[in-house]
């Protein structure tokens, strides 16, 4: 595992138990999935590599627009699915045919694999990768060594 990987691992259970709330950044405070995201990579990098626009609880559903995916195409490296490491960003279809709206940074791969989230009505979690969970991902990244 990469040094960024082991970094982003750590600064994302760091924000195990910051309450969800949409459009937040905010360790401690509020955050959501693309939240959780962007505090990450703050602390990898220093400032978000592009202004996050208004977005909505359905992300761009109605327009069928991949913008989460589109948007992670240009900062993060995208990976083949079945190559799983600590610290990976995993982007999720959440019902099939719609668009992709979750995201989850790796903790453990393996027999007992997690990944760490941020998702309506919880906190930031550290959950088990289940295989209904396995099945919703769509995509896997890894951040850049350096921007």
Do not use: N
Request: charged share 20%; glycine share 10%; with cysteine.
């Amino acid at each position: 595992m990469s040094d960024v990987s082991q970094q982003a691992v750590a600064l994302a259970r760091g924000w195990i138990g910051t309450p969800y709330r949409h459009q937040a950044s905010c360790r401690g405070a509020g955050t959501d999935c693309l939240g959780l995201l962007r505090g990450v990579w703050r602390g990898l990098y220093g400032a978000e590599p592009e202004v996050v626009p208004a977005y909505s609880m359905d992300w761009a559903e109605p327009a069928r627009d991949e913008v989460l995916w589109r948007a992670a195409m240009r900062h993060l490296q995208a990976k083949p699915r079945d190559d799983a490491a600590p610290g990976d960003v995993l982007l999720f279809r959440m019902r099939a045919g719609s668009v992709a709206k979750h995201l989850g940074l790796a903790g453990r791969v393996g027999a007992q694999p997690t990944f760490i989230h941020a998702y309506s009505g919880h906190a930031v979690v550290e959950s088990p990768l289940t295989a209904p969970w396995q099945r919703r991902i769509v995509a896997r990244f890894a951040f850049p060594q350096e921007v």
